[in-house]
């Protein structure tokens, strides 16, 4: 009878590989690491940009003028209120429409949805997401606001007004919502549809129970990433909004608004000599750095809330 035949002895070094691989996975390491770093640079570049002008702006301002009832800041105006709360009115109403139909998409394409059908309408959904800014924000222009928002206003709206600039905001950011929400619930083990379905549950009670429950960090994400691109969204609030020179506080989706995007933009196109008060010019920066702030803030909160809230299977 022959002897069983023993196991090769392998060392750690023999598991590490030659001495080629080992410096080529260095090298590939090495510029992974210089990506990341750049990106990180590049931040920082941004805003160290933005606090120089902005120092100059809030030491020199008078501060009764960043709450003087309107954003007017050729004529020494920069009520941040006003534009602050058309930037949360327009974001909002564009959440109100992205919200339902993102969700609902990703609902169906990840729960309903068979393979070939996914296969089509997930790019489809996502081709959406490319569609240029400016093309919604003449859509919300020329057939949002005539047909949708002037037939609910009853007190009446003019042609621009900020609802018609939220709905086609929310038009833009339900792919964006749809996909990354998608993408989470996809991510739910079949172990759990499967165990609910052995319970006995119907898909309706599975889809709703158990899948968006595990994907809520997931979903949660998607929706404050959605929130930072309408606030940070320019060109549809910049031609469907009104208030091109400037706008007084209002809160009525009907009415026209100004965010601090079409503020910007409105004050300082293809040109760095701002006509008008001293301070036109910092307020950009100023403004700039709030936005700046607002979307770090948001993705800060959606990372850390989903590491506290995600399941690990």
Known sequence: MASPTAPPHLSIADLQGSQRHRRTEGAIRLVFLGMAALSVVVTALIFLALIGEAWNFISKVELPALWSGGWFPRRGMYDIGTILAGTLVIAGIGMVVAIPLGLGAAIYLAEYAGHRARAYLKPVLEMLAAVPSIVLGYFALQWISPNIVQTLCVSGASVFNMAAAGLAVGILVTPLIASIAEDAMYAVPRSLREASYGLGARKRTTSLRIVLPAAVSGIVAAIIV?????????????????????????????????????????????????????LAYPSLFFVGLLLFGITLTLNVFSERFVRRTRLRY
């Open 226 to 278: 959605g929130f930072s691109r309408a606030v940070g969204e320019t060109m549809i609030v910049s031609i469907a909004a009104g208030g091109t020179g400037g706008s007084l506080f209002g809160l009525n989706p009907c009415g026209q608004g100004q965010t601090m995007t079409a503020a910007m933009t409105a004050l300082a196109t293809g040109s760095d000599q701002v006509r008008g008060a001293d």
